[in-house]
């Protein structure tokens, strides 16, 4: 088993692909969609995240606005900017810059941003139909999009009776993923970082996705060769970014962080911005 060498499954052939879709519907309106980022912190990264969006959506011709309330905003300046956004007809994507400075509370935020411009998937009327299985009707989180794709790409289109452990019930990927994994009629594990014995309850699973935000949780003991593991954790490290597993398992597919779930999930996150639209318009969407 120590010779067996996983090949990375990468998220940007997919990620292209996506973005030649996006600029095809783009390419067929005779309007510009606007797409706003709500920034309540000084959080240096959101910023250095805001300025890439900005950039990304320039390249696609994507209308984007950054909101800055600054680190000293109120809770109600924050739902009073979300209200004043959903409310507005030429917004047609809104995204919540996280973490938001201390003090603040995105739950409570999110309930003043309407779900059919919460582009990231995040409120909770999102997330219901998600758990309902009404998926046609809901704006989906791009990163847990990202790695359902993934896993289609190495295991096939057909998910069906597949087992796939997910580690890590956080919000915005673990649960939402949990839920549109079994809509899509796999056998999901739902497992944590306390997980005892970790090893034997991953054996008989086909796929394992980890997303805890712990560099080094998913090691060499853990897994099997015939597994694909789906590494949805960032870490910020001396040494840079990493995962949550260790790179180089012995499995047979990967994905690398970075490189793996990441640009697959910035394209998806258009892909919403387009599906938001036709669902504000009343549009038909798959």
Not at 127 to 139: K, S, T, V, Y
Not at 171 to 197: I, K, Q, S, W, Y
Request: charged share 20%.
């Amino acid at each position: 088993m120590t010779d067996h060498q996983s090949h990375p499954l990468l998220g940007k052939p997919l990620a292209d692909e996506v973005t030649r879709g996006v600029r095809a519907a783009l390419a067929g309106w005779s309007f510009q969609p606007h797409l706003v980022s709500v920034l309540a912190s000084d959080d240096p990264a959101s910023r250095v995240y805001v300025e890439s969006k900005a950039r990304r959506a320039g390249r696609l011709g994507v209308r984007f606005t950054g909101r800055d309330l600054g680190p000293q905003a109120t809770q109600e300046d924050l739902h009073a900017a979300l209200r004043d956004l959903s409310a507005q007809e030429d917004v047609h994507g809104v995204m919540l810059e996280l973490p938001l400075a201390p003090g603040l509370d995105a739950d409570a935020a999110l309930l003043h941003l309407a779900p059919r411009k919460d582009v990231e998937g995040l409120t909770p009327a999102n997330l219901a139909l998600i758990a309902a299985g009404r998926e046609p009707e809901a704006l989906l989180p791009p990163t847990p999009r990202s790695v359902r794709f993934l896993l289609r790409q190495a295991l096939g289109d057909d998910l069906r009776g597949r087992r796939i452990a997910v580690i890590g019930p956080g919000r915005t990927v673990g649960r939402p993923l949990t839920f549109m994994l079994n809509n899509r009629g796999v056998t999901v594990t739902l497992c944590n970082e306390h997980t005892r014995d970790l090893g034997d309850v991953l054996a008989g699973q086909d796929g394992v996705v980890v997303a805890v935000g712990r560099a080094g949780l998913l090691r060499p003991e853990h897994v099997r060769p015939h597994h694909i593991v789906i590494d949805a954790g960032i870490n910020v490290t001396a040494g840079g970014v990493v995962g949550d597993a260790l790179p180089d398992l012995p499995v047979r597919a990967q994905t690398p962080v970075p490189g793996g779930v990441g640009p697959l999930t910035s394209a998806l996150m258009y892909q919403n911005l387009v599906r938001a639209v036709r669902l504000q318009r009343g549009e038909p969407v798959e």
